[in-house]
């Protein structure tokens, strides 16, 4: 079994303990990050590093490392579990104290971090795409924290799961605001929509790089959230995080979306994305 990163240590992760009074454990009370390691390295560490720096801000704990000390634990850890392609969870919680909800004073944060294989996006989703469910936006004011509580977006996930879906758009207010594990995009005459950076979205690492990208080829981008009613009517919908990348949605509540095949801009950003990740 592969090493783990706890609290100081490098060891086995069959080996690895929390305390029951972890506020992690109790409460949901961390942040968390994912990082897809291509050729052995963090893809967009200095995002990810700034995202985590924001979400710990955002829940009132102090950073355990400075930049460096993270990049290092993760080498290390990416090196002692083979390289390659990995996908590296990390999180903080806010440590362990008598269960309380208001925070403890002088308790050290509690510091996991693991790395899991990272699965290649198949050629079936690439050719044939996925499907989506519109569902509520069930989650709270602050979906820019990256916080470990996900009990409503693994809610909503199993929700779409069930209803067959890969993946669930989110509606809140009438407006499509991300997926229950990705953001998310609608292309109408080769303009891509995508909702603005507020409290409502988790600003996703993978949608910065989307949309760098589209600045770079030319293609139009509008950061305003779309209508659910116009959702039918897109010519492309994608989906995007981390490990699966950007995923084009062929199916959208029962109905084909556009031509029913992935379309021409998410084949054209995808294609940057893979020389993207191919140079890093
Ligand atoms: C709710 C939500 N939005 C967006 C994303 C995409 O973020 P990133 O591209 O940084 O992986 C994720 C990733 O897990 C997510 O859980």
Redesign the pocket.
Known sequence: MADVFINGSFIAAEQATVSVFDRGFLLGDGVYE?IPVYAGRCFELA??LN?LKNSLAGVKMANPYNDQEWESLFDTLIKRNGGGEQALYMQVSRGVAPRDHVFPEGVDPSVFVMTNPLHPVSEKVKTQGIKVVTLNDTRWQR?DI?AIS?LP?SLLKQEAKEAGADEALLIRNGFMT??????SYAVFDSVIYTAPKNNQ???????DVVLSLAEQAGIAVVEEAVAEARLSVADELWV????KEILPITTLNGQAVGSGKPGPVWHQIDALYQQVKAEA
């Open positions: 994912v995002g990810h995202r979906c990256k996900l977006n991300e997926g229950s594990a990705s953001n979205i988790l600003p996703g690492i993978t949608r995007s995080s981390s490990t």
